[in-house]
């Protein structure tokens, strides 16, 4: 019978957790919060469209969810918290 290799350890000798094949706890990339950079980019955006109403519109309407409720759902989903869509 074979020795069992390491969980760590490929065949080659390249860690998995290098590869992005390892899957243990915490293997998961988080997102990165956004950049003042980025989050100005993202109010200038929001302003130009000056209704709630439009920007719940870029929600798909598969939801029942009210305006708020996609507004909030797509702050989320700019910052990578929310699920995809």
Known sequence: MPPKRKREQSEDGVPESERGTDKGKG???????????????????????????????????????SVRQRVVLIFAKMRGLAGGW
């Open 27 to 65: 293997s998961r990339k988080k997102p990165k919060p956004f950049t003042r950079e980025e989050d100005l980019i993202i109010i200038d955006y929001l302003d130009s469209l000056k209704k709630f109403a439009d920007l719940a519109r870029l929600f798909p309407d598969r939801v029942p969810f």
